[in-house]
């Protein structure tokens, strides 16, 4: 069975299109950032740190799903700054 290439046309499209978001994409330090402190020091513990969310809660003296909500918020506030972003 023969096998069907792309069109080298599109690949090259693509390939522009994946280095413009490159240079236009915040990088994720840079969201992380923007985050309120109280937000962004969970963040960092648990997805920078790898701290698992009771040593997280217990560090900060916050409980579990304290930590948990945090991290539901950060992911909001990210989104929010990409859809506002990218839909100008």
């Known amino acids: 069975m023969p ?38 020091e969970v963040v960092v513990m648990r997805f ?4 698992d969310a009771k040593t997280t809660a217990d560090i900060l003296g916050i409980s579990v799903p304290t930590v948990y909500s945090r991290i539901r918020r950060a992911r909001e506030i990210i989104k929010e700054f990409i859809e506002e972003e990218y839909n100008d």
């Open 3 to 40: 096998v069907i290439d792309e069109p080298e046309e599109e690949t090259e499209d693509i390939s522009a299109k994946e280095e413009y978001l490159k240079l236009e994409a915040p990088s994720a330090a840079e969201l992380i950032k923007q985050l309120p402190d109280e937000i962004r």
């Open 48 to 51: 920078i740190r790898g701290d």
